[in-house]
């Protein structure tokens, strides 16, 4: 499929692995929503590094999206900016490591709220709208918490597995459609959202960011190695392409090794 002039929306794309999306999106000349945090200036040089690989243009929305009022605006931002949606990238994210009987209340809400509940807005909204133009790509960024479980992340990982059967059901009711819903399982990629963990750990053990670098992937990830997060996009890019038009309700890890063992 040739992806020239299709407009991506992609949640949480000011940073880290939707970042990386929407940098792959773009040299595809595909126009792309950014949504996600940031400093007014990074955002601005953001949109036009993004706008300057081909034809694409990138355009930012600043909605939050624990809100559901803000992602009523994005879907409409987005619809009325390009005056379609072909693909919808469900990636905003964030964690909170403490043991269960610890855990912040108002933690668990908004994880709940921004990793599960958001993708149930984004999705209700935008598939009358791919209905019409009878097409859509729906891909939600779960990660290996949505297959198996870790210490201290109870919010996390309730919210990882849960968009993981959100994903199947999608992909059933439109099934018979020319429109997909998928997942992709990362392991570890090395972004601010790691790295806070990273810091975290660094605090008690005394090791330097590279000492802790390494001992916290290894501990997962057979390989030794982050991921990067072009692989992730270019995940992404195959449940773009016209080799996967039969691929419904998959989970694609990309995780080094972590879920083999
Ligand atoms: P990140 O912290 O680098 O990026 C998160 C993005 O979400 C940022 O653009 C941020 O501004 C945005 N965001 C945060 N709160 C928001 C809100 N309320 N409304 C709108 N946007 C908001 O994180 P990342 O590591 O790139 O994570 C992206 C996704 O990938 C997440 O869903 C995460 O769970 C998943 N993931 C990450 C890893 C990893 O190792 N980094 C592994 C597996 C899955």
New binding site residues.
């Given amino acids: 499929m040739a992806l020239t002039g299709k407009v991506a929306l992609i949640?949480?794309?000011?940073?880290?692995?939707?970042?990386?999306i929407a940098r792959e999106l773009v040299k595809h000349n595909v126009h792309v929503v950014?949504?996600?945090?940031?400093s007014m200036q990074e955002i601005a040089s953001l949109v036009t590094e993004l706008s300057s690989h081909g034809k694409g243009k990138a355009v930012h929305c600043?909605?939050?999206?624990?809100?559901e009022k803000?992602i009523v605006e994005l879907i409409r931002f987005t619809k009325d900016t390009f005056g379609q949606i072909d693909i919808l990238i469900?990636?905003?994210?964030?964690?909170h490591v403490s043991p269960i009987d610890t855990f912040p209340v108002e933690k668990w809400d908004?994880i709940l709220?921004?990793?599960l509940t958001?993708a149930f807005h984004t999705m209700r909204l935008v598939i009358p709208i791919m209905r019409e133009n009878k097409f859509g790509r729906i891909i939600n960024?779960?990660?290996?918490?949505g297959i198996v479980g870790s210490v201290g992340k109870s919010a996390?990982v309730a919210?990882?597995h849960a968009i993981l059967g959100l994903t199947k059901v999608v992909a059933l009711e439109t099934a018979t459609e020319n429109i997909t819903c998928n997942a992709?399982?990362?392991?570890?990629?090395?972004?601010?959202?790691?790295e806070?963990q990273i810091k975290d750990k660094m605090v008690k053990s005394g090791r330097t960011f590279e000492e802790e670098s390494e001992f916290f992937v290894s501990d997962k990830q057979p390989s030794k190695k982050?991921?990067p997060?072009n692989e992730?996009a270019g995940a992404c890019l195959y449940l773009l392409s016209d080799h996967s038009s039969e691929v419904r309700g998959a989970q694609l890890v990309i995780?080094g090794g972590w879920t083999i063992q």
């Fill in positions: 949640t949480g794309s000011t940073s880290g692995i939707g970042l990386s950014l949504n996600g945090f940031g600043a909605a939050d999206l624990t809100k803000d469900n990636n905003a994210g964030m964690q908004q709220s921004l990793n958001a960024i779960a990660s290996t918490h996390y919210s990882k992709v399982c990362p392991g570890f990629v090395l972004t601010p959202l790691v806070a982050f991921v997060g992730i995780d």
